[in-house]
């Protein structure tokens, strides 16, 4: 790794503390190891995954402090103190979340490799504005890349949990719980 | 290649004053971190240069926006997302917010920042036509104190700015006198989200009985940074809105714009096109069209 005499460099690995699914954690990584990989390998959470590794094609999306983000581009220094949120914390306790049913009962999952950040951009979507139009689902999920379905049965996806949502007007996917420190 | 994360340090001082002193002590030798939007793709590719990096993310300071009577002050920090989020700037600066719209996905807007945009100096960067439309003014800071230059000297080059090696940018200034002017802003690029322009063409003007008394026309990817199109506007000002203006602005335009040929597009098509934006916008003013 420090073949050219940086080691110095590599030693710093501070510890860094943030909010997991609403699990304290703490990792002892350099600072600019991309959020990306300290959830893969260190956090053994694999569920986000790495497509184009710059910001393109949204694979790799989570929710930081409320913002939908890709982790590929975001430095874990940057996340100490933060609440973040991964695809693993969208169901609670096994249930799924209502976006994860529709995603399956309408066949907006294929391959799987586009699924947790389509379906973290749509619960950020949701979390904005429960009914969202056509429109609005294509302009939030326009940094989603899917190679699969064509789009259509993702935008019915996220258009059949807006309509199973009408009951509960709030989107859960962060309670308040989640956000204490 | 991949990026080693264990070759690149990366430093929180927390503070504004701690990061210029830091910038103050070994000049040249950090590059500011905000949104990671920019840095991280070239890290992850394994071709960022920079050792060091000083973060700037989550300083408070940087990432304001403050509405005074005469100006709204975006700190540099402040992300698109803030811009579209903003009331006085979506209904006062309207170009600004649909420029902050234009900015990759909702997970890029949420990052990406107004000052890293304009630091990138990026030829085709997004929020640079609105800008220049709206004679912006930049602040810096250093230890040395504060100093404003217009947003029209700011790039110098390809990728190169009036910053000092330790300056930051502290924040963009936008005077609120655009509420009478006719405005327009439009891209051209492969897709709505997520692709860079080919063209772009940032305009703002005052018409007075058919007369153009003011006009600002900013442009992306006609020249190697961001510009205003003085030439243009000359052939402009003054003057009456009719075919015969029309076709001397098409001609100035023509003949001030120095686009490349690249990936994304050739010399040729982006010339061709941005004389057509610049005819919509004055075939709009024609109509009395193109309100704020």
């Known amino acids: ?181 | 290649m991949r990026g080693n994360a264990e070759l690149h340090e990366l430093v929180a001082p927390g503070s504004l004053a701690a990061v210029l002193d830091l910038l103050a002590a070994d000049p040249g030798q950090w590059t500011p971190i905000a949104g990671g939007t920019e840095l991280m793709v070239a890290f992850s590719a394994g071709r960022l240069t920079s050792r060091k990096l000083v973060n700037l993310w989550g300083i408070p300071d940087l990432r304001t926006i403050e509405v005074t009577p005469k100006s709204v002050a975006i700190g540099a920090a402040a992300t698109f997302l803030d811009l579209r989020k903003h009331a006085a700037i979506n209904v006062e600066l309207p170009l600004l917010a649909k420029a902050a719209s234009w900015i990759g996905s909702v997970a890029n807007q949420s990052r990406a920042t107004l000052g890293g945009n304009l630091v990138n100096g990026s030829p085709a960067a997004d929020s640079s036509p609105a800008l220049l439309a709206y004679d912006a003014e930049i602040e810096t800071i250093s230890v040395r104190g504060r100093r404003k230059v217009p947003y029209s000297e700011f790039h110098t080059g390809y990728k190169r700015t009036v910053l000092a090696a330790d300056e930051l940018l502290y924040a963009i200034h936008l005077p609120r006198r655009f509420a009478h002017h006719r405005q327009y802003l439009r891209k051209v690029g492969t897709r709505r989200a997520m692709a860079i322009a080919k063209v772009a063409l940032g305009a703002t003007a005052l018409v007075e009985q058919g007369v153009i008394r003011e006009i600002r026309l900013g442009a992306a990817s006609l020249a190697p940074y961001p510009t205003r199109l003085r030439q243009t506007e000359a052939a402009l000002l003054g003057q009456a809105l009719t075919r015969e203006t029309v076709l001397a602005a098409r001609r100035a335009l023509y003949a001030e714009v120095q686009p490349i040929d690249d990936i994304r597009s050739t010399a040729d098509y982006r010339r061709r096109v941005a004389v057509n934006l610049l005819e919509e916008f004055l075939l709009e003013l024609r109509r009395g069209g193109s309100q704020p």
């Open chain 1, 1 to 181: 790794m420090s073949a050219n005499g940086s080691a110095n460099i590599g030693a710093r690995c501070p510890a860094i503390r943030f909010t997991l699914n609403g699990e304290r954690r703490t990792v002892n990584v350099p600072p600019m190891k991309r959020l990306l990989d300290v959830l893969r390998e260190d956090l053994h959470l694999t569920g986000t995954k790495e497509g184009c590794g710059e910001g393109e094609c949204g694979s790799c999306a989570v929710r930081m402090n409320g913002d939908l983000v890709n982790s590929c581009l975001v430095p874990v220094l940057q996340a100490e103190g933060a609440e973040i949120q991964t695809v693993e914390g969208l169901a609670l306790d096994g249930d799924l979340h209502p976006l994860q049913e529709t995603f399956l009962h309408n066949g907006g999952a294929q391959c799987g490799i586009c699924t947790p950040g389509m379906l973290m951009a749509s619960a950020q979507l949701l979390s904005h504005g429960p009914h969202p139009s056509e429109a609005e689902i294509r302009e939030g999920l326009a940094g989603n890349l899917c190679r699969c379905t064509g789009y259509m049965r993702i935008f019915e996806s996220v258009a059949a949990a807006a309509a199973k949502s009408d009951a509960s007007a709030e989107e859960p996917v962060l309670e308040p719980s989640q956000n204490a420190r």
